[in-house]
C-alpha cells in the first residue's frame, strides 16, 4: 500500500500543481476587480459573477451550446457507421484506426487554414465548380455557422470515432446473431440490441466533442471570420483586447461550471465513463 | 579600461560562464533578418529575441516586474499606462547620441514630448485597401458602408479601429468615450455588419491578393505588403475623414539589470541604415528621418509607407482609454459581434 503511494506521489503532485494551482488562481482572479490596463487589483467583489446575468453574455452562451450540439450529433451520425466499419474490418483495423488519428499529426490550426484554401472564393472547390461549369460566380463558403460547424465535425470527429469502436468492438457477435435468430430484423437488431449496449461509448463520444466544441476560439475566428463571438472567443477576448481579466476568469469557470454539470449528468446512471 | 576593471569584468564573465546578455521582445516581424546578428557580433553581447502579437499579449508577461526581459517594442498608447504602472526605465540621452535621427514629427511626440521613456521606432496608419478594378474608388471611411461592396469587404477584427472607422464617419474623435457617441458608432458598426465578409487582421493580405476580397480596412503594414505583392491590382486610400495614427516605440524595462547594454541597443536601432534594412524586410516606415536617404526609391517615395505632410495631418493617433471607457466599448463591441 505504502509502495503505491510512493509510485503515486509524482503523478498526484503534478496534478496537483498544474490543475490544481491554475485554477485556484482562476477562482481568486474571478473575485478581484479589473486593473486599469490588465491585470487584477483590490478590492474583492462578486460583481464579475452577478455581469454573467446580462442578456448579451446568455445569447453567446446559447449561441455556443447550439453549435457544440450541432456539431456532437454529427459527429455521431457520421463516426458511429465509421466506427461500425472499422470494428467489423478484420486484420485492417489497425490502419484505418491510424488513419483516424492521422490528422493529429499535423496541428489544428495548420489544418484549420487548409480548409480556409480549400473554401475561399478564389480557392480549390470554388475553382473546380468554375471550371466545371456548374457556378458562375464563387460561392461563399467562409464566414458562416455552417463552415464552423464543419470545422468543428472534422477537427472532432476521431474523439467520437474512437470511444464508438472501443465499445463497438467489444460487442459480443453472438448477440447480435441470437437476435437474428430470434427473428429481429437487422434495424430491431441496431436499435435494440447495439445502440443500448453502445450508450457507454456513444456517452464518452458525445463529451469528448461536447466540452471541447463549447469551448472552441480559434474555429469560430478562422472559418468564421470572427462574426460572432462564442464563450471561447468572449474569454479570449477579455484576456487581450479587453483587458479585463477577471471577468474572462468568471466567465471560464462558468464555462467549466457547465461542463463539470454535464459529465455528471452523463454519470448519473451508474455506468462507467470511458 | 585600467587593470583592475577589466580584471573585475573578467571575473564577472567567468563567474557568469557566457559573453553579456540582453533580451529583446519585439513584435513579430518587426526587424531584419541581420539586424540581431550584428548588434552581436559588433558589441559582443548575446540576444535572446521574442516575439509578441499584441501590446496586451507583451503587457501581460511583463507586467509582473520580474520577466526577464530588457528592451520592449510598446505601441504609443500604452506608453503613458506603462509609466503610471512603473514598468519603464528613463532613458539617459547620454547614452542616445544618434536620437536626432528621428523624424522632426518624432522628435516631440505627443505620448512622450521629452523621449524620456521611449524612443519611436516604427509608424503607419489605418486606411483602405481596394481593388482597382472595383470601378470607382473609395475614398471616405463612408464609402465602407456602400452595398456594392456587400460580402466583399472586410474590417480589422479590432475593437479601437473599428470604432475609429464609425466615430470619424460621425465627425468624432476616434478616441472618444462618450457614450451617446460610442452608442451611434456601434449603430453604424451594426448596419455594417450585412455587408462585412470578415473581420480580419492581418490575414487579409492574402486574400486581397486572390482578389477575394474588394476592400479592406487595413493597417497601412498591410496594404504595403499587399500592393507590392500585387502592384497592378490594389491601391491604398487614407480616408477623408480622418484616419488612425499609430507608432511603436523602443523603450527600456525598469527592471532590467542591463540598462546600458540596452541603451547601446537602441542607439545601435537609431543608426539611418539600421532602421534603412529594417524597413526594407518589413515594409514599415521608419521614425528614423535619416534613414530614408538608405532607402531604395521605391520605398522612399511609397505613398502608404511615406504619405506627404497634408495628409498625415487628417490623422489622430490612438490616446489610452479609462477603465470605464473601455468597460463600455468592451459592451458594445460584444453586442456588434452577436
Redesign the interface.
Known amino acids: 500500500m505504502r509502495l503505491r503511494n510512493a509510485f503515486l506521489a509524482p503523478t498526484a503532485i503534478l496534478m496537483a500543481v498544474t490543475m490544481l494551482a491554475p485554477l485556484a488562481i482562476i477562482v481568486v482572479y474571478s473575485l478581484l476587480t479589473?486593473g486599469?490596463?490588465?491585470?487584477v487589483e483590490l478590492p474583492w467583489t462578486l460583481e464579475n459573477f452577478t455581469r454573467l446575468w446580462?442578456p448579451?453574455?446568455g445569447?453567446?452562451f446559447v449561441?455556443s451550446f447550439w453549435i457544440a450540439a450541432v456539431s456532437t450529433a454529427l459527429c455521431l451520425i457520421l463516426g458511429f457507421p465509421l466506427a461500425m466499419f472499422i470494428a467489423r474490418s478484420g486484420p485492417r483495423k489497425n490502419l484505418y484506426l491510424s488513419l483516424v488519428i492521422l490528422p493529429f499529426w499535423t496541428s489544428f490550426l495548420i489544418r484549420t487554414y487548409a480548409w480556409m484554401f480549400l473554401l475561399?472564393?478564389?480557392g480549390i472547390v470554388n475553382s473546380a465548380l468554375q471550371g466545371l461549369g456548374i457556378i458562375r460566380e464563387p460561392l461563399?463558403l467562409?464566414?458562416n455557422d455552417g463552415v464552423v460547424i464543419l470545422g468543428l465535425v472534422y477537427g472532432f470527429l476521431p474523439f467520437m470515432v474512437l470511444p464508438l469502436y472501443a465499445t463497438l468492438e467489444r460487442l459480443d457477435p453472438s448477440l447480435l446473431e441470437a437476435a437474428a435468430d430470434l427473428g429481429a430484423r437487422p434495424r430491431d437488431t441496431l436499435v435494440r440490441v447495439t445502440l443500448p449496449l453502445c450508450a457507454p461509448g456513444i456517452r464518452a463520444g458525445a463529451i469528448l466533442v461536447f466540452v471541447p466544441c463549447l469551448g472552441t476560439y480559434l474555429t469560430s475566428?478562422l472559418l468564421?471570420?470572427?462574426?460572432?463571438?462564442l464563450i471561447g472567443?468572449?474569454v479570449q477576448?477579455q484576456?487581450?483586447?479587453?483587458?479585463?481579466w477577471p471577468f474572462g476568469a468568471a466567465l471560464s469557470l462558468a464555462l467549466m461550471a457547465i461542463a463539470m454539470i454535464l459529465l455528471f449528468a452523463a454519470r448519473r446512471r451508474g455506468e462507467e465513463l470511458l | 579600461m585600467n587593470r583592475r576593471t577589466f580584471l573585475i569584468g573578467a571575473a564577472a564573465a567567468v563567474a557568469c560562464g557566457r559573453a553579456a546578455r540582453l533580451n529583446v521582445f519585439n513584435w513579430s516581424d518587426y526587424v531584419s533578418p541581420d539586424t540581431i546578428p550584428n548588434f552581436e557580433r559588433e558589441f559582443g553581447i548575446r540576444v535572446r529575441y521574442g516575439t509578441y502579437e499584441s501590446v496586451p499579449e507583451m503587457l501581460a508577461k511583463v507586467m509582473s516586474g520580474n520577466s526577464g526581459w530588457d528592451v520592449i517594442f510598446p505601441s504609443a498608447e500604452y506608453i503613458q499606462p506603462m509609466r503610471d504602472m512603473g514598468l519603464l526605465a528613463r532613458l539617459r540621452h547620454d547614452w542616445l547620441p544618434n536620437l536626432s535621427m528621428l523624424d522632426r514629427q518624432f522628435q516631440k511626440p505627443p505620448w512622450d514630448p521629452g523621449l524620456d521613456w521611449s524612443v519611436p521606432y516604427m509608424h503607419g496608419a489605418t486606411g483602405i485597401v481596394y481593388q482597382k478594378s472595383l470601378g470607382w474608388t473609395p475614398r471616405a471611411w463612408s464609402d465602407l458602408w456602400d452595398a456594392r461592396l456587400a460580402g466583399k469587404l472586410t474590417m480589422l477584427d479590432d475593437p479601437p479601429e473599428v470604432f475609429a472607422a464609425c466615430l470619424k464617419t460621425l465627425g468624432y474623435s476616434l478616441n472618444s468615450a462618450d457614450p451617446g457617441e460610442l452608442k451611434a458608432a456601434q449603430q453604424r458598426a451594426i448596419a455594417q455588419k450585412p455587408l462585412v465578409r470578415a473581420y480580419l487582421n492581418a490575414e487579409v493580405r492574402d486574400q486581397l491578393v486572390a482578389g477575394d476580397v474588394s476592400a479592406a480596412q487595413a493597417w497601412a503594414v498591410t496594404a504595403a505588403q499587399a500592393i507590392a505583392a500585387a502592384p497592378e491590382k490594389l491601391a491604398f486610400a487614407f480616408p477623408s475623414e480622418g484616419f488612425p495614427r499609430y507608432a511603436d516605440n523602443v523603450a527600456i524595462l525598469r527592471e532590467s539589470s542591463r540598462q546600458e547594454a540596452a541603451h547601446h541597443f537602441i542607439a545601435y536601432l537609431l543608426r539611418p541604415q539600421v532602421a534603412a534594412a529594417i524597413v526594407e524586410t518589413t515594409h514599415t516606415a521608419a521614425c528614423n528621418g535619416a534613414a530614408q536617404a538608405f532607402l531604395p526609391e521605391a520605398l522612399r517615395s511609397d505613398p502608404v509607407l511615406y504619405p506627404p505632410a497634408d495628409i498625415l495631418a487628417r490623422g489622430e493617433w490612438f490616446a489610452p482609454q479609462s477603465a470605464a471607457g473601455q468597460r463600455l466599448r468592451d459592451r458594445l463591441w460584444t453586442e456588434i459581434k452577436t
Open positions: 479589473r486599469a490596463y490588465g491585470g446580462d448579451v453574455y445569447v453567446i449561441r475561399r472564393d478564389t461563399a467562409l464566414y475566428d468564421g471570420g470572427s462574426k460572432t463571438v472567443n468572449l477576448n484576456f487581450t483586447a479587453s483587458r479585463d
